[in-house]
């Protein structure tokens, strides 16, 4: 059987708080996410609907493992924002999340240690409002065979349960599969051994 290593934990649905420190508002959003590319998208709409705000500081974590990590001070003094952020996305153990802390500046300096305090329970408090769920990391794999290869593929389908994501049996059969990361090698070396085309 596969091991743990790409089973991780996000959250089920996106997420917000609202901290307030000697004027400053601090608004928290926590969103799961698959890629850097929706986190591109996410972060260009928070600027557009909250355009008056002084800083949009976030983190986020992707990969079961939390290998892909990113944390951004958005000028804010370095390290005050955008790391205590990646520190409670590490504490609450979560990846595939965007963790983003908005700040409408109230007229009075925090100093370093109360930005990273505000920024810290801005987002703490964010996550805290999310349910928090277990996800198992996916790979897609993409199967080209002949219809003859059909009952022995959907046996694999079954004994691993896979997940079917398109299907199309015309003259030549086509199967977009989710498979569990950690299968990946098990899965390629029976389908190798069937001479059925896979991409990936």
Known sequence: ??????????????AQSLY?????KFIGFAYPV????????ILSKLRKEYFDARHYCYAYMLGAGGAVYRANDDGEPNHSAGDPILGQIRSANLSYILVVVIRYFGG???GVGGL????????AEAIAQATVV???ETATLQL?????HLNTIMGLVKEYKLEIKEQD???????????RKNLVPTISAKLAGMAISEIM
């Open 20 to 24: 307030k420190e000697k004027g400053s």
């Open 144 to 148: 080209n065979f002949q219809y003859e």
């Open 34 to 41: 698959d890629t850097e590319e929706e986190i591109k998208q």
């Open 116 to 123: 990273i305090q505000a920024y810290k329970t801005a987002a």
């Open 1 to 14: 059987m596969a091991d743990d290593t790409d089973i991780y934990r996000t959250i089920a649905t996106p």
């Open 134 to 136: 277990e996800k198992v």
């Open 169 to 179: 049996f015309n003259l030549n059969c086509r199967l977009q599969l989710a498979v």
């Open 108 to 110: 009075i300096k925090l």
